[in-house]
């Protein structure tokens, strides 16, 4: 089985910014990607950014340029920096991972809180 673990979730200002971490352990073979998603109340969720093994990036539209994803040396971990946060932005943070042979597995959620 896979586990992930997040931190780094918050309240912060508009405008500042924060980083969560999430580190995954377990039986896998090998993690194939890693990802945030955000779910705020009474909306669907939703990816933030993502990245494979290979490094390869994907990041949503209303994100680009002010957040940024990647991974630590073990490569089961993975980083996601968010700076001029809106309060827009206020939503569970999830991490997810896709692994061989287990495939998509979902971190328990991180608050964060953007507000004044």
């Known amino acids: 089985q896979v586990r992930l673990v997040e931190s780094g979730g918050g309240l912060v200002q508009p405008g500042g910014s924060l980083r969560l971490s999430c580190a995954a352990s377990?039986?896998?073979?090998?993690?194939?990607?890693m990802g945030w998603f955000r779910q705020a109340p009474g909306k669907e969720r939703a990816l933030v950014a993502q990245?494979?093994?290979?490094?390869?990036?994907k990041y949503a539209n209303a994100v680009k340029d002010r957040f940024t994803i990647s991974r630590g040396d073990a490569k089961n971990t993975v980083y996601l920096q968010a700076n001029s946060l809106k309060t827009e932005e206020t939503a569970v943070y999830y991490c997810?991972?896709?692994?061989?042979?287990?495939?998509?597995?979902w971190g328990q959620g991180t608050q964060v809180t953007v507000s004044s």
């Open positions: 997810n991972a896709m692994s061989i042979p287990y495939g998509v597995t």
């Open positions: 990245i494979t093994s290979d490094g390869e990036t």
């Open positions: 377990g039986s896998f073979v090998s993690v194939v990607a």
